[in-house]
């Protein structure tokens, strides 16, 4: 698989779909990697060129030692487009992606079509500070399967849970190899995003999709960013936790079709 050192870290990238689609970068949620957009993947590059990646400290891209920010994420997705010799691009992100893409359009509207946020905040209250707060302590307890276990009753609905207890263990495997060290890294880049107060200067298209189930990063957040962002459309899908993205994958992916439609080039 393709990697480029972009920024000072080795990013791992890869590309799907026609080469002659439009651009389309999707943005990981926070422990996620490229090989978990597989519900997105199949839909989006029928018609798009879809880069899939994973930010320093995830996946199969550098884990560097020193603190992150959302801040060094968007500068490291500006040096690989600038490496890969990329034209502004679709942003679709989840949960930590899509505040990276608030980002992407506050500090590179210019490498921006279309920004579409997921089960995403721009600030975080209390509750959201508590919940991220304590997997911070659980992750620096070193076991991934623990923290696996103290932190995804925060993530899926209880219905997903009771439909698809299969999918759990799978879930806890994937975390056993996590990095923790870098997990406790990005967290603490979550803990630092405030970007409420400069919503309005967004100027990029943008969707805002909110799960009504989402015990983390709940609605609230979405008519937050739906009402300071000029132009903003706002979509809620009912019956879903934050893992929206797996939870409802066909709304997910009709609601990103039919907003990037919508602002084709």
């Known amino acids: 698989m393709p990697h480029l050192r972009a920024n000072g ?31 997105q993947l199949p839909e989006l ?12 400290g995830q996946g199969k891209s550098g884990h560097p030692e020193g603190e992150y920010s959302l801040e060094l994420h968007a500068a490291d997705l500006a040096a690989l487009m600038d490496a890969l010799k990329l034209g502004p691009a679709h942003m679709v992100g989840t949960s930590y ?33 508590a919940m ?12 991934g399967q623990a923290f696996f276990r103290l932190i995804y009753a925060d993530v899926y609905s209880e219905a997903f849970l009771t439909e698809r207890p299969d999918l759990v263990p799978l879930a806890e495997a994937r975390y056993a190899a996590l990095d923790l060290p870098a997990a406790v890294r990005l967290i603490e880049s979550f803990q630092k995003f405030n970007i ?11 969707c805002i999709v909110s799960a009504e189930l989402d015990l983390l990063k709940p609605r609230k957040y979405g008519e937050i960013m739906h009402r300071a962002i ?16 797996v939870e409802r994958a066909a709304e997910v992916n009709t609601l990103i079709l039919g907003f990037l439609a919508k602002h084709a080039a």
Do not use: K
């Open 132 to 143: 991220v707060e304590r997997w911070r302590l659980a992750a620096q307890l070193g076991d």
């Open 45 to 56: 590059a029928r018609r798009y060129r879809v880069l899939a990646y994973d930010m320093r």
């Open 9 to 39: 870290v080795d990013l791992h990238y890869e590309f799907h779909g026609p080469e002659s689609g439009e651009l389309l970068v999707l943005n990981n949620g926070i422990f996620m990697s490229t090989a978990a957009w597989g519900f």
């Open 97 to 129: 992606g899509g505040e990276l893409n608030l980002l992407m359009g506050l500090r590179h509207p210019e490498r921006c079509r279309s920004l579409v946020i997921i089960a995403s905040v721009s600030h975080s209250d209390a509750l959201c500070a």
């Open 196 to 206: 409420t107060s400069d919503l309005h200067r967004i100027q990029v298209p943008t």
């Open 230 to 245: 000029p132009g903003a459309e706002f979509h809620l899908i009912a019956g879903a936790g934050h893992v929206v993205v």
